[in-house]
């Protein structure tokens, strides 16, 4: 394994505790906030940003492989329509929070953006 393998695999797994700190501290916070409806729309937006940030680490995967699957061109269209699908039906048919749905569905880009400050804090010293 080449180091920087080693760094992407660290901070993959970082990005992974980070978003679970969040979720748990976003689900308190919702909660709190607006009751089970609220929570309950946080844990479906943190949920599904956990599942886009999951294929988009395989994408990753298959793009940085030898083998290269060809249901890898069906597979990156067809993740968003699963996700915009499911963003439909929550708009359009359940009883849990919208808003609170799109700020867990924001969990995994704090994740991210909390990951690159601590790599711009450790690259200083």
Do not use: C
Request: hydrophobic content about 60%; proline content about 2%; charged content about 15%.
């Amino acid at each position: 394994m080449n180091p920087e393998e080693d760094v992407y695999r660290h901070a993959v797994r970082r990005i992974d505790k980070i978003a679970v700190a969040l979720t748990i501290a976003g689900l308190v916070a919702a909660f709190v906030a607006g009751g089970w409806k609220w929570a309950a729309g946080f844990a479906v937006g943190a949920a599904a940003s956990w599942l886009n940030f999951r294929w988009l680490k395989q994408l990753v995967g298959a793009l940085g492989s030898e083998r290269r699957g060809s249901g890898l061109a069906v597979f990156v269209p067809l993740r968003y329509l699963l996700l915009g699908g499911a963003g439909y039906v929550i708009v359009k048919y359940s009883l849990i929070n919208v808003r609170a749905a799109l700020a867990g569905f924001l969990v995994l880009t704090a994740a991210v953006m909390i990951e690159a400050l601590i790599e711009i804090i450790y690259a200083r010293n």
